[in-house]
């Protein structure tokens, strides 16, 4: 079974920092995504940002990045230069490559930037 | 890029009627569709998985008489909740797999249920 664990219920920063939102998963399939997504109040989900389990590179998109450290089961979400906007739940979620397309989702993560 | 429309976004019906919920991709061939719910303040939970021209597939705990799922085409997955209690206002999201490499998943905006 696959499980998602993201630690920080709640989370400040301030406008133009940068902010690094913790993920980690476990799972025993080999082949596996993980994602990050942002649900705004309105309630619709947005993608932000994918990792393969086989990619070498950590995924970049532009002001969000992935720190993707296999070994330690870990797929950290970095926003650089936050914005006001940025405020909003962040979900990591994962789904197995191989077979069950479904995603499973950490609890969440509320951040608020703060001017 | 890919749109998943959800309709309607928020409805409020009387205990014991019953909402149906659409779920439609827009430019893209859905074999596959997700059904979600979220509670308030919580993280989404898979409900069942929805697939064209075959029963949907539920998790464990959800009961498939109160919330039948239709795949009727490749487009269009409906969840309807049947017999509403209050105690099933939540919020319903779907999402749609292109099924073209490992990203392409998308969700609709969500619908908002509340049964007076």
């Known amino acids: 079974a696959q499980k998602i664990t993201q630690t920080q219920p709640g989370m400040f920063v301030q406008e133009k920092e940068a902010v690094t939102l913790d993920c980690t998963y476990d799972t025993s399939d080999p082949s596996y995504g993980l994602f990050w997504y942002k649900q705004p109040s309105s309630g619709e989900m947005i993608f932000l940002i994918y990792?393969?389990?086989?990619?070498?590179q950590n995924a970049t998109e532009g002001r969000y990045s992935l720190n993707f450290q296999k070994a330690r089961k870990s797929a950290n979400l970095v926003i650089s230069a936050s914005q006001l906007g940025d405020s909003a739940m962040y979900f990591c979620a994962m789904r197995d490559n191989t077979g069950r397309r479904a995603l499973t989702f950490g609890s969440g993560t509320r951040l608020q930037v703060q001017p | 890029g890919a749109v998943v429309s959800q309709h309607p976004s928020r409805v409020i019906c009387k205990s014991g009627t019953s909402v149906k919920i659409e779920c439609r991709s827009l430019?893209?061939?859905?074999?596959?569709m997700f059904w979600y719910r979220q509670f308030p303040k919580k993280s989404l939970m898979l409900m069942a998985t929805s697939n064209e021209g075959s029963k949907a597939t539920y998790e464990q705990g959800v009961e498939k008489d109160k919330f039948l799922i239709n795949h009727a085409s490749l487009t269009l997955s409906t969840l309807t909740v049947t017999s509403a209690h209050p105690e099933d206002s939540s919020f319903y999201i779907c999402?749609?797999?292109?099924?073209?490499?490992?990203?392409?998943?998308?969700f609709g905006e969500g619908s908002r249920l509340t049964v007076l």
């Open positions: 999402s749609a797999d292109r099924g073209r490499g490992t990203g392409e998943l998308f």
């Open positions: 990792q393969g389990s086989y990619d070498q």
């Open positions: 430019d893209f061939q859905a074999t596959t």
